[in-house]
């Protein structure tokens, strides 16, 4: 019989590898979802009444396209703190 090789796996470089966000980031992002979410109900809701007149046709436009607009933002506020993470730790 073979002895097996005494492998221990590699360490990482840091133990935290992602950062706390600060006060500030968390409003934001906070803002964004909460606006977002108020927009989108607001749509839905309006949209699913039997009949809809041209103002309420407007505003469900607006808030169709404000939530697409937080869902983007979301979207980036999330893609750019991935960005800082890996640049910070390198």
């Known amino acids: 019989m073979k002895a097996q090789p005494n492998i221990t796996p590699a360490k990482p470089k840091s133990t935290t590898m992602t950062r706390t966000p600060s006060r500030f980031e968390k ?3 906070t803002t964004v979802t909460c606006l977002t979410l108020l927009s989108g109900g607001v749509s839905l809701s309006l949209s699913m009444q039997e009949s809809i007149s ?10 169709n396209d404000t939530y697409k607009i937080g869902v983007v933002t979301i979207c980036g506020l999330l893609g750019g703190k991935v960005v800082l993470d890996r640049k910070n730790n390198q």
């Open 27 to 29: 409003v934001v992002f």
């Open 54 to 63: 041209p103002e309420q046709a407007s505003i469900i436009n607006t808030c």
